[in-house]
């Protein structure tokens, strides 16, 4: 059975950072590489960050570029999400999801999701 589980949410003052982590089991994040999504209430879920099959590339939505940073450990199995210079409009839930095609962008190319962890950044 494929479980995704996150970690690290919480509040944090505006400017400050946190460090998400997404455990997977029962499948490699190399295999099956895992992203970032976040949903604030009344939004639609968005693309955060991911990386592609090799990990050696990382994909950003514009509003996070240069702020968090996306990385895995493949011995741990875990996926980390890096979040500096956090503000209040990066309050959301923040869920970590895994695929097995190619398209790294869109939610529908994702077939396993965790729960997601709860981020509030308040100024």
């Known amino acids: 059975q494929v479980q995704l589980v996150e970690s690290g949410g919480g509040l944090v003052q505006a400017g400050g950072s946190l460090r998400l982590s997404c455990a997977a089991s029962g499948r490699s994040v190399s295999s099956a590489p895992v992203s970032w999504f976040r949903q604030a209430p009344g939004k639609e879920r968005e693309f955060v960050a991911g990386l592609d099959y090799s990990g050696s590339s990382a994909y950003y939505a514009d509003s996070v570029k240069g702020r968090f940073t996306i990385s895995r450990d493949n011995a741990k199995n875990t996926v980390y999400l890096q979040m500096n210079s956090l503000k209040p409009e990066d309050t959301a839930v923040y869920y970590c999801?895994?695929?097995?095609?190619?398209?790294?962008?869109?939610?529908?190319?994702?077939?396993?999701w965790g729960r997601g962890t709860q981020v509030t950044v308040f100024s």
């Open positions: 999801a895994g695929r097995r095609t190619s398209a790294v962008y869109p939610a529908a190319a994702y077939d396993c």
